[in-house]
Nanobody
Framework: QVQLVESGGGLVQAGGSLRLSCAAS????????MGWFRQVPGKEREFVGG???????SYADSVKGRFTISKDNAKITVYLQMNRLAPEDTAVYYC?????????????????WGQGTQVTVSS
């Protein structure tokens, strides 16, 4: 079992920044990849970006150049730095864990999920 605890959401004005954190605990991790997803009511959970076991990152086109994912292997923590936020970024953000090497942009490929954190961007 893996537990994921997110933090860092909140309310920010358009153009501002937020950093989300996702700390993992529980089972011993051999190799894993992490993803960030977001969801608004009535819509499917959307891939934001992910970080591979190797540290390679991938992003949705809508956030490329504005969002950055990083990780601290010692702390088993992943970060989502969000800059130049826009109202359309408003959503509940989730981190997700999957056993494997690659962060896959499909939510059903992930085994464990954080509780979600609300990000609201005002115009």
């Amino acid at each position: 079992q893996v537990q994921l605890v997110e933090s860092g959401g909140g309310l920010v004005q358009a153009g501002g920044s937020l950093r989300l954190s996702c700390a993992a605990s529980g089972s011993t991790f051999s190799r894993y990849a992490m993803g960030w997803f977001r969801q608004v009511p009535g819509k499917e959970r959307e891939f934001v970006g992910g970080i591979d076991w190797s540290g390679g990152t991938s992003y949705a086109d809508s956030v490329k150049g504005r969002f950055t994912i990083s990780k601290d292997n010692a702390k088993i923590t992943v970060y989502l730095q969000m800059n130049r936020l826009a109202p359309e970024d408003t959503a509940v953000y989730y981190c997700a864990f999957r056993s494997g090497l690659i962060a896959i942009p499909r939510w059903f490929e992930y085994d464990y999920w954080g509780q979600g954190t609300q990000v609201t961007v005002s115009s």
